[in-house]
């Protein structure tokens, strides 16, 4: 059934960690592939996703994609989709990507990186859906590990949204924050009026992290403009085999 601006769009985030399980042991992109397509979501976001890999590719020839991984995940499920890349090494590269069933009409990846080896970027897309007036901005976030770094790049993100996202136009911000002291809601809440899907339905935020075992909130979906229903974490089968984040589901009511 074709969309129309009352139609609710629903929302994915997982961070894909390259491929591989925990440790790297297995390569099991093609698992993660069907466990996405069976969530059908309108819009998936990614963190961690290889454009390529010379070296794995020759060691897993028998099921390493031709195409990049973030192409091969999208196949014919979401024919839209955008690349940022974070990381450029001298096998390969890696960032973040967005996945979508509608239009992808504007994309760019904004580098957050700050002094030291950590490479990060926010992956802002507008999306237009038939029916509605304005684009639907998204912004695919992969924030850093140390504080201080991740306080900067909150900054940045808000900076992003109030340079670049119309004021009126509704807004999702998705991905791993590596939030674990849970300081991004006051500054996103402040700096640029968003507020997290999971605080405002339960209180508290998402456990996503390490997936067998979810105690570190560490993954965030936030909306502006838009309100959400029942958000998820989707449970540990089959998802701690195919990522060492939990992925995170909501209905976002434009």
């Known amino acids: 059934m074709p969309a129309t601006a009352d139609t609710p769009l629903t929302v994915m985030t997982v961070n894909t960690h390259k491929g591989f399980t925990t440790f790297n042991r297995k390569f099991i992109l093609p698992e ?39 192409e091969f995940l999208a196949d014919e499920i979401w024919p839209q989709f955008a690349y940022g890349q ?48 304005m684009d639907v901005h998204v912004v695919c976030v992969h ?3 140390s504080e201080d770094h991740r306080r900067q790049q909150l900054q940045l993100l808000c900076e992003l949204v109030n340079d670049e996202v119309p004021a009126q136009a509704p807004l999702i911000v998705a991905g791993d924050f590596n939030d674990w002291r849970q300081k991004a809601d006051a500054i996103l809440a402040e700096g640029a009026g968003l507020r997290e899907v999971f605080v405002h339905a339960y209180g508290a935020p998402a456990r996503t992290f390490p997936a067998r075992l979810p105690l570190l909130c560490l993954d ?34 434009l």
């Open 143 to 145: 924030l850093g590990l």
């Open 86 to 133: 974070n990381v450029v090494y001298p096998k390969g590269d890696h960032g973040n990507a967005v996945m979508s069933k509608f239009p992808i009409v504007h994309h760019r990846n904004h580098d957050v990186s700050l002094p030291g080896p950590e490479k990060r970027g926010l992956l802002h897309c507008a999306i237009r859906i038939p029916g509605r007036a």
């Open 32 to 70: 993660l592939r069907d466990a996405v397509r069976k969530v059908g979501a309108d819009v998936v976001f990614l963190q961690e996703v290889l454009g390529t890999h010379e070296e794995h590719s020759r060691r897993w020839a028998g099921s390493w994609p031709e195409t990049p991984h973030y």
């Open 220 to 253: 965030r979906i936030y909306v502006r403009n838009a309100s959400v229903h029942l958000p998820v974490v989707l449970p540990r089968r089959p998802w701690s085999h195919l990522s060492d984040h939990a992925p995170l589901v909501a209905e976002i009511h």
